[in-house]
């Protein structure tokens, strides 16, 4: 019977050097409670010091959720895959801080799994080629990291290279639900996302390790449906009332509870706010048009999340193509931001391993990603910009076996300022940073590698679209009003090909109207 405990309990048993696993995404499913006691206990006594850190997905909102683990000395290594929306990590990473390892978000989900069976570590393709594999980076994200050992190595399997990833010894599970009967049965009825929750408690319970389970509501033994009940009492050893759910336990960063997001309830969807037609905004309709009917669709954070989602609901194709997030979300209204990853009125919500499973196997029709930089080889980062490592999250599981990839970002950053009207494009201030570099600072997407997977890749910018060919990029479209030498290619690094058909983007993009997409997509065939 697992046992009702304050927060401040769990933190006092947590000692130093123990590996901690932590299970949310954003803000959703994050142990408020038991974080907030941990960073109170580690400022007032300086215990527990020295933990590992492990945690799947990107869980902050910039200011909460393991962002109350960032403190020197208090974790000596952090093995995690996304820091984007925690600034403090990002800050000790780069400063060298802590020991810092990066994987595939999906891979970690698909670790848990493995690990949990009762196998040594996990094998898998994704990340060959990435600043992942070995022979590269191994994931190791700053100095102080490269010069230990490896947690990820090559083998090979009838002939064909896989990447191993080695098992790590949990001693504590926090992760969370939403009700618990008297004994520790747990439900999950209002979270807005399903996660990797039960492959994070059997992997913690195959080294042994302590599991904790933040509730909101405690029931009655039975009162729980056996249907409902996300974790079985057996497999929890602690339960944790959230004291200040209001702070402690809200649904995501934005909404303390909205039922239409954990899908137990049903919102009117208004039309979606677009903003103005700025450089972002006009990416993404221009992004918009690589869809077709009946394609299953993967939005990354950024521009595709917060621009293409709103988009095809506001041109009423939600029923033309299928929307997903790598939380397990299908359909409904995806929301950005530091709630990436809900959605208002979704048609199904899956656990998180068993999505990477369809991303990694079958591979979405397109993705939409953002990007940092490209260069002439085909490569893209998406993962470290200068010194900041923001991480992988899903980027390399999603891109990597997906039939098609658009990438979307602009040409320039920082100070970059566009206007359009009337069908064309002018830029107002150029931006300070070129992103068409000579090499990138590290591999998220290996072109040469897509080319020989026949993955069909391009970049779409706010004035220019690229498309990967046999020796890098090809420019094959640009938007009116632009100058092709002293607006592109003045401002890239190296020569991309001319495509001789090339042509300009539709102007429609550049008009704050409908572009139509409803009439463009064809019927989708059947599959």
């Given at each position: 019977?697992?046992q ?25 499913g ?8 941990l ?12 933990l590992?850190l ?8 910039r ?15 952090i ?22 390892y990066c ?17 040594e570590?996990?094998?898998?393709q994704i ?7 070995p ?9 102080l ?13 009838r ?32 979270e ?14 195959r ?14 033994r ?20 959230a004291?200040?759910?209001l702070?402690q ?18 919102r ?5 706010a677009?903003?103005?037609l ?34 095809v609901v506001?041109?009423?194709?939600r029923?033309?193509?299928v929307?997903?997030?790598e ?17 208002r ?8 391993p ?6 990694n ?18 490569r ?7 010194t ?24 320039t ?6 206007e359009?009207?009337?069908?064309r494009?002018?830029?107002v ?27 069909d ?8 679209v ?30 991309p090909r ?17 572009l139509?997409?409803k ?9």
């Amino acid at each position: 019977m697992a046992q009702l405990v304050t927060a401040e309990k769990v933190a006092n048993l947590i000692s130093d050097g123990d590996c901690l696993l932590t299970v949310g995404m954003t803000l959703v499913g994050a142990c408020e409670s038991v974080l907030e006691a941990l960073e109170e206990r580690y400022l007032r006594t300086g215990h527990p010091n020295h933990l590992t850190l492990i945690h799947a997905s990107g869980q902050s909102d910039r200011q909460h959720g393991i962002q109350r683990l960032a403190h020197a000395g208090m974790v000596q290594r952090i093995i995690g895959s996304h820091w984007g929306l925690a600034p403090k990590w990002m800050d000790m990473i780069s400063g060298n801080q802590v020991e810092a390892y990066c994987f595939p978000q999906g891979q970690m989900t698909h670790w848990l799994r493995s690990v949990a069976s009762g196998l040594e570590g996990h094998l898998t393709q994704i990340g060959l080629g990435t600043f992942i594999d070995p022979r590269l980076e191994g994931g190791k994200m700053n100095d102080l990291t490269r010069g230990l050992d490896d947690l990820v190595r090559v083998v090979e399997v009838r002939g064909r290279e896989y990447l191993w990833f080695e098992a790590v010894p949990i001693d504590w599970a926090l992760v969370r639900g939403t009700t618990a009967d008297d004994v520790g049965n747990i439900s999950a009825e209002d979270e807005a996302m399903k996660l990797e929750i039960l492959p994070a408690v059997f992997a913690a319970q195959r080294y042994r390790g302590k599991v904790v389970a933040q509730v909101k509501n405690l029931v009655a033994r039975g009162t729980i449906a056996p249907r409902q009940v996300e974790i079985p009492a057996p497999h929890v050893h602690y339960v944790v009332q959230a004291a200040d759910p209001l702070r402690q336990h809200r649904q995501t960063s934005s909404w303390y509870m909205d039922a239409a997001f954990s899908g137990e309830g049903y919102r009117m969807l208004a039309d979606p706010a677009v903003g103005a037609l700025d450089a972002r905004r006009v990416i993404g309709r221009r992004a918009l048009l690589e869809l077709s009917a009946g394609a299953i669709v993967n939005m990354g954070t950024g521009i595709p999340n917060d621009v293409i989602g709103p988009e095809v609901v506001r041109e009423g194709c939600r029923d033309q193509v299928v929307l997903t997030v790598e939380s397990g979300v299908y359909g409904g209204m995806p929301v950005g931001g530091v709630d990436f990853g809900i959605s208002r009125n979704p048609d199904a919500l899956i656990e998180h391993p068993y999505q990477f499973d369809f991303y990694n196997g079958h591979g979405v029709d397109i993705t939409f990603m953002g990007f940092g930089e490209m260069d002439a080889a085909g490569r893209v980062n998406a993962t470290k910009f200068g010194t900041r490592a923001t991480g992988a999250g899903g980027f390399i599981d999603i891109t990597q076996p997906a039939k098609k990839v658009v990438f979307c970002g602009t040409l320039t950053t920082g100070g970059l300022s566009v206007e359009a009207a009337e069908g064309r494009l002018r830029i107002v201030h150029e931006g300070r940073t070129r992103k068409c570099v000579a090499a990138v600072v590290q591999v998220s997407f290996d072109g040469v590698r897509a080319r020989g997977c026949h993955q069909d890749v391009l970049v779409v910018t706010e004035r220019a679209v690229f498309h990967l060919v046999a020796g890098g990029w090809e420019l094959t479209e640009i938007a009116p009003g632009i100058d092709l030498e002293t607006d592109v290619l003045a401002l890239m690094d190296f020569a991309p090909r001319v495509s001789p058909e090339l042509k300009l983007m539709d102007a429609a993009i550049f008009r704050d109207g409908l572009l139509g997409l409803k009439d463009r997509l064809a019927v989708p065939e059947i599959r």
